[in-house]
Structure formats: structure tokens, C-alpha cells
Nanobody, 114 residues
């Protein structure tokens, strides 16, 4: 199993919703997990973080529209994305650290267009 595996990307019309999932292997336990995105021609952006204590942080660009949560038993973190805009089009990556090593998922594509 890959350390981090994203799923749930796809195409959606503006105003629509998608939920991304980041499943983690057993090396991760109550970790701090991040969702990043990289849009074509733009720098990578930290979108959302869920800390080991359950607290969360969001980029200003997604506050009030995106919500991050986790299923501890499944070691899976979800990114619920609502009111999607064309500017949300990007490759979305899950990121975490375990035992001093940083891990990235392979990414999942999100396209928002009409």
C-alpha cells in the first residue's frame, strides 16, 4: 500500500461539490495531515490542515467552502469541497510526516468548469 493515496477528484461544474479522500498506511497514526494543491502556472498552495488534536486550518481562499475531517479508524482524511470555483481547478495532494520522513500522495485532479 502506498503511504498516502488520494481519491475523489474529477470534473464538476461551478458551484458544485466534491469530496477528496486521503487514505494512509499504518505508519501514520493521529498525524497532522495536509491538503495542498497546484494549479497550472501557479505555486503550490496549502489548502487545509487537520492537526493530531483535531483542530483545523484553512487557506483564506477556501475558508467557509472547504472542510477537512478524519476517520481515525480508517486513517483517512477527507476534504469536503463546496461551492467550487474555476480557480479551484488544480492537482490536489495529500501530505504528512511519519518518523521524520515527509510523504506525498500521487495527487488527484479536480477540474471546475462549465
Amino acid at each position: 500500500q502506498a503511504p498516502l493515496l488520494e481519491s475523489g477528484g474529477g470534473w464538476v461544474q461551478p458551484g458544485g461539490s466534491l469530496t477528496l479522500s486521503c487514505a494512509a498506511s499504518t505508519i501514520f497514526d493521529f498525524d497532522t495531515r495536509n491538503w495542498y494543491r497546484r494549479a497550472p502556472g501557479k505555486q503550490r498552495e496549502l489548502v487545509a490542515t487537520i492537526f493530531s488534536n483535531g483542530s483545523t486550518h484553512y487557506a483564506d481562499s477556501v475558508k467557509g467552502r472547504f472542510f477537512i475531517n478524519r476517520d481515525h479508524v480508517a486513517r483517512t482524511v477527507f476534504l469536503q469541497m463546496n461551492s467550487l470555483k474555476p480557480d479551484d481547478t488544480a492537482s490536489y495532494y495529500c501530505n504528512s510526516e511519519a518518523h521524520g520522513i515527509e510523504y506525498w500522495g500521487q495527487g488527484t485532479e479536480v477540474t471546475v468548469s462549465s
